[in-house]
T-cell receptor, first 109, second 116 residues
Framework: GQNIDQPTEMTATEGAIVQINCTYQ??????LFWYQQHAGEAPTFLSY??LDGLEEKGRFSSFLSRSKGYSYLLLKELQMKDSASYLC??????????WGAGTKLIIKP | GAGVSQSPSNKVTEKGKDVELRCDPI?????LYWYRQSLGQGLEFLIY????????KSGLPSDRFSAERTGGSVSTLTIQRTQQEDSAVYLC??????????????FGAGSRLTVL
């Protein structure tokens, strides 16, 4: 079966760095997405990786290793507004999106 | 429109009643998805439409659920004889195209359904 694993919840301190991991087992691979979802709101797109390596976008970076079926989202200089759920999703060989259950990130002052 | 619009934003209904949820995607977006999200849970795929192709209904949980997309634009998700376990937020998303890996979805704000 197809599976995406993420930690259920993480806690970090304002101003610090946090890394949210995502591992996947899917039938084929055509890209990996990270979305951010604040409580009670819709998910919004953060990043897309299809090749191995690190993609940096401001305070957020996303890394992909296709051989390991592994990605992480790195958030630097954490702010209180970064408290949200972070969803990992993979496009499989049929271009279907497979979603992880999301990681709830709690930022403490 | 500028974004994906969903209505109603909140719906409270009695068990056994039918409900209709509407989604108006971004103009020009050919792909449209419906997802369900229960409190604190991830996204559960329900159905997706791509252009004039037959929809992928593989995620619909039962035959009480159906959806249509008229004229390749507005979509309606219908739940018949609602049950308490249908209570969730129903999210609609659209994208420019499907069939490529770099398919970024834009989500609507969702319709929160509560079945009493």
């Amino acid at each position: 079966g197809q599976n995406i694993d993420q930690p259920t919840e993480m806690t970090a301190t304002e101003g610090a760095i946090v890394q949210i991991n995502c591992t996947y087992q899917t039938s084929g691979f055509n890209g990996l997405f990270w979305y951010q979802q604040h409580a009670g709101e819709a998910p919004t797109f953060l990043s897309y990786n299809v090749l191995d390596g690190l993609e940096e976008k401001g305070r957020f970076s996303s890394f992909l290793s296709r051989s390991k079926g592994y990605s992480y989202l790195l958030l630097k200089e954490l702010q209180m507004k970064d408290s949200a759920s972070y969803l990992c999703a993979v496009t499989d060989s049929n271009y279907q999106l497979i979603w992880g259950a999301g990681t709830k990130l709690i930022i403490k002052p | 429109g500028a974004g994906v619009s969903q209505s109603p934003s909140n719906k409270v209904t009695e068990k056994g009643k039918d409900v209709e949820l509407r989604c108006d995607p971004i103009s020009g977006h050919t792909a449209l998805y419906w997802y369900r999200q229960s409190l604190g849970q991830g996204l559960e795929f329900l159905i997706y439409f791509q252009g004039n192709s037959a929809p992928d209904k593989s995620g619909l949980p039962s035959d009480r659920f159906s959806a249509e997309r008229t004229g390749g634009s507005v979509s309606t998700l219908t739940i018949q004889r609602t049950q308490q376990e249908d209570s969730a937020v129903y999210l609609c998303a659209s994208s420019v195209t499907s069939g490529t890996g770099a398919n970024v979805l834009t989500f609507g704000a969702g319709s929160r359904l509560t079945v009493l």
